[in-house]
């Protein structure tokens, strides 16, 4: 059984990253583990407060879905940019794909598919070391892997789309600068989003990540409500408009 | 089924918002024949291609390769099609084995095949000893012969060269002629473009000469220099523009085909040595040199067209 066409898309990164893995593995599976010690271990041991206002948590507790959530989708921005560039303009190694029976939407998906892989395997290794640190109240927390996988699919999907539809990386360390690292920062990862003003707040809460978040945290600490079934539909919007605008912009790009 | 050859086209139009980069050509392509685009840069040769490759979509017209429409069955016609394209396109991530592997891979093939052709395709391209290396270090000969024999993993029926030896050194090029060579008589139906008359003399047994995405005329090589030269002709240069220019004037009018050119004048001539010496050397405007040889194509897209292939 021959490979579905989009997956050998994927096969391809695959085989790039068998290459480069262990380089690459610091930043994307260590970093947010020593960054998950620093913080909810290290400056958790001086954060005092209200328990209500951590929705009942421990520091650590609050923060490890959060940063589960949010290290995946920074990963998951990082590699839906400059490796686009690559493929369409750099390298240009899409342009060879489409020649082959691979049509542009299968290279848009194939490369989506692997960043999106990519953050859901160091959501694994984030969620074993949050587990053996103590900070994963519940077994459904293994729910908090798929969550991030999905959160990371709704940024991949747009950005990959966008990035398509630039002639160079001018824009990318803006978009990381200007969007992801805010979003990192106040997305209810660190503290919870109430502490915001009413606009922030808003503001936190029209991108994925929050919901990612909320959903992740839901997950580890067992307590599932009624608005998590909205943070799945709003993830999943992001996922399925950003794929259409993808398969469009990569038709566009590799066949005209 | 399709009635005629591998690929028709008929009245086939690629536009780019205003630009019209192929204005309506109609040809075919035959099984194990090789076929030529030939014409100068910008003339839509690429374009032409890119369709015939089903990546880019036809605009206007008719067009059925191994009787399927490309906007239909893209996926199934590229699978039996071998394409190397201007810019090879190679992975440059990867390894030179792995640019096979991974390029086999997109077709579906299983990995055994691939190593078996992999192994084949890399001592065809006399590449064999380098096939653990990377590829950027490789000299554009050595590319391009990799782009080839990625192309050739999925063993296609017709095989697509956009300018195969462009930029490359003579040595090169007449490696890679030899490879496509033993390709032809292999059965493999080629399809080239170039601007290069005498790529397109050694290898194509018919073509079309392409200008302004227009096709001028079609025939074999022979056939076209028949057709629109004599079987000689001579090159003679002058001191001056205005000598040139006075020679050219007295030859006008007398019958005799010339194409006066910035740096020479060509005089077309079944005899070249008659010509030759007509133009005397006793002459007051006597020419500093003269040269006699035999027509080429480029002789013949000059006549159709007014102007040389290298121009523009």
């Known amino acids: ?256 | 089924m399709a009635t005629g050859g591998l690929i028709e086209a008929r009245s086939l139009v690629k536009r780019f918002g205003e630009l019209t980069a192929v204005d309506g050509i109609d040809f075919e392509v035959q099984p194990a024949e090789t076929f030529g685009f030939l014409g100068p840069n910008g003339a839509g040769k690429t374009s032409a291609m890119r369709m015939l490759a089903a990546t880019s979509p036809v605009t206007e017209g008719y067009l059925r390769i191994f009787g399927q429409d490309p906007a239909t069955d893209g996926p199934a016609i590229r699978a039996r099609l071998g394409v190397v394209a201007q810019e090879d396109n190679l992975d440059t991530d990867l390894t030179v084995l792995d640019n096979l592997v991974i390029y086999g891979r997109y077709f579906g093939l299983p990995r055994r095949l691939i190593r078996e052709r992999a192994d084949r395709l890399l001592e065809f391209a006399r590449l064999t000893d380098r096939r653990d290396e990377k590829v950027d270090p490789l000299s554009g000969g050595m590319k391009r012969r990799l782009a080839i024999a990625r192309a050739l993993i999925n063993e296609p029926e017709i095989f697509l060269l956009d300018e195969p030896t462009t930029g490359l050194d003579p040595q090169a090029r007449h490696l890679l002629w030899e490879r496509l060579w033993s390709l032809k008589r292999e059965g493999v139906t080629l399809v080239i473009t170039t601007h290069y008359m005498d790529e397109a003399e050694q290898l194509c047994d018919r073509l079309v000469v392409m200008d302004d995405g227009r096709i001028v005329d079609e025939g074999s090589p022979r056939q076209l220099i028949e057709r629109h030269c004599t079987r000689e002709v001579v090159e003679a240069r002058y001191r001056s523009v205005a000598e040139q220019a006075l020679v050219v004037s007295r030859l006008e009018g007398t019958g005799v085909h010339i194409e006066s050119l910035a740096d020479r004048l060509l005089v077309y001539a079944d005899d070249g040595d008659s010509v030759s010496s007509l133009l005397g050397a006793h002459d007051p405007v006597a020419p500093t040199s003269t040269l006699v040889r035999r027509a080429t194509l480029e002789d013949v897209f000059l006549t159709l067209t007014g102007r040389t292939l290298e121009e523009i």
């Open chain 1, 1 to 256: 059984m021959a490979l579905p066409a989009i997956l050998r898309a994927t096969e391809r990164e695959a085989r790039v990253w068998s290459k480069l893995w262990i380089s690459s593995s610091f930043s994307t599976l260590i970093a947010p583990v020593l960054l998950l010690i620093a913080m909810g271990v290290g400056l958790g041991s001086l954060v005092e407060t209200d328990p209500a206002e951590l929705h009942g948590l421990d520091y650590i507790e609050f923060i490890a879905p959060g940063l589960l959530v949010a290290t995946a989708v920074q990963a998951a921005a990082g590699s839906s940019l400059w490796p686009v560039m690559a493929g369409q303009k750099w390298l240009g190694f899409y342009h060879a794909m489409v020649t082959s029976p691979l049509r542009p939407g299968d290279v848009f998906g194939g490369q989506v598919i692997w960043t999106t892989l990519r953050s859901t395997m160091s959501a694994v290794v984030f969620l074993v070391a949050a587990t053996l640190l103590g900070a994963v109240l519940s077994a459904w927390g293994v729910l908090a892997v798929p969550v991030a996988g999905l959160t990371s699919l709704a940024f991949a999907a747009p950005l990959t789309a966008f990035a398509a539809t630039q002639d160079s990386d001018a824009k990318f360390d803006v978009i990381i600068r200007m969007a992801i690292v805010p979003l990192y920062l106040f997305s209810g990862t660190l503290f919870p989003i109430e502490q915001l003003p009413l606009g922030l707040r808003a503001l936190a809460m029209l991108f994925p990540l929050w919901h990612g978040v909320e959903l992740a945290r839901a997950a580890t600490t067992g307590a599932f409500s009624i608005g998590d079934l909205g943070h799945l539909a709003v993830l999943g919007v992001y996922a399925a408009v950003g794929w259409r605008w993808g398969v469009r912009t990569f038709a566009r790009r590799l066949a005209s």
